[in-house]
């Protein structure tokens, strides 16, 4: 492949294009040690010479260092990886190495979060959440399957009633425009129309 762009990104770094698309990202003294400069032919031996020597180690090193700051899913692992500017099989590296050692993993991921939210989230929302980080349904099912905030532990309907008191809601002075809203705002946390008819049903006046 041919380098066809050395783009700066910042004083000292720059992302490296070939007519394959984006490589990697390097400092400028490492473009100064592998020769990298505009219409130079990157072989296959000093590539893989580059992701030896540099880039395996930097992209584990960033993976360790994300997660001592944040806990985070496989799938936002390596979308904060991709968005560094590592090749995708040095990215899948960095993903087996943390995974490796137990660093990422995403059943325990999923169940502290259901634990943690469990009492002001509903299932669905829990399920809609953790889907958003990149968790798969079947892990997520398998979890709240084994987490004590199960989907028949969950009490949906106490959730929404201590909402509605956070909110201040008094069925009695609520106007048709307060009750759509609120419908709304509670449906957005993934609360069933049933539920939540329910629930403002039977609150005393």
Known sequence: MTVTR???????????????G?????????LATYDIVEGRVITDELCEQIKTEVLTKRARLRAMNL???????????????????YPDDIVDDAIDYVVGYGYVDDCAYARDYIVSHSQDKSIRRLTYDLMAKGISKDIIDEVLLDTEGTIDEVDEEAQIRRLLEKRRFVASLADPETIRK???????????????????RDIPD
């Open 6 to 20: 050395i783009q700066p990104i910042s004083n000292n770094r720059y992302r490296i294009y070939t007519d394959e």
């Open 67 to 85: 997660l001592m700051k944040h806990s985070f899913t496989e799938h936002k692992l390596r979308e904060k990886l991709v968005e560094g500017g």
């Open 182 to 200: 609120t419908c709304t705002y509670l449906t957005g946390r993934g609360y069933s129309a049933d539920i939540i008819r329910r629930v403002l």
């Open 22 to 30: 984006v490589f990697c990202v390097l400092y400028k003294s490492e």
